[in-house]
């Protein structure tokens, strides 16, 4: 392949990817939103996956999808049980960054 056809084929291809990378980019942005207003919440104290959804008007399974991967890199941790439920809380900043 040429160099000016190499050109010319990034140059569509990055035309091609140019809309899924704005989608994307609109998803990420919207993801850090949520994590941030989940994080806001639970720094008013301890809540459940559907308080926490009530709370910022989303889904549950969403709220619960956040919380499993907050808790999976160790943002929050599971506190006491509210019925069924577990509450989540924040895990103090010290204890993060070990």
């Not at 140019?18 to 008013?44: F, H, S, T």
């Amino acid at each position: 392949m040429q160099d000016t056809e190499r050109k010319e084929a990034l140059k569509r291809l990055k035309q091609e990817r140019k809309e899924a990378i704005k989608v994307n980019a609109a998803l990420a942005n919207q993801q850090k939103k949520d994590l941030g207003r989940i994080k806001e919440r639970l720094a008013q104290g301890p809540a459940t996956t559907l308080e926490v959804a009530q709370d910022l008007g989303m889904p549950p399974k969403e709220a619960l999808w956040y919380l499993a991967a907050m808790r999976k890199y160790g943002m929050v941790m599971e506190a006491a049980k509210s019925g069924d439920y577990f509450t989540y809380e924040l895990v103090p900043q010290d204890s993060a960054a070990c």
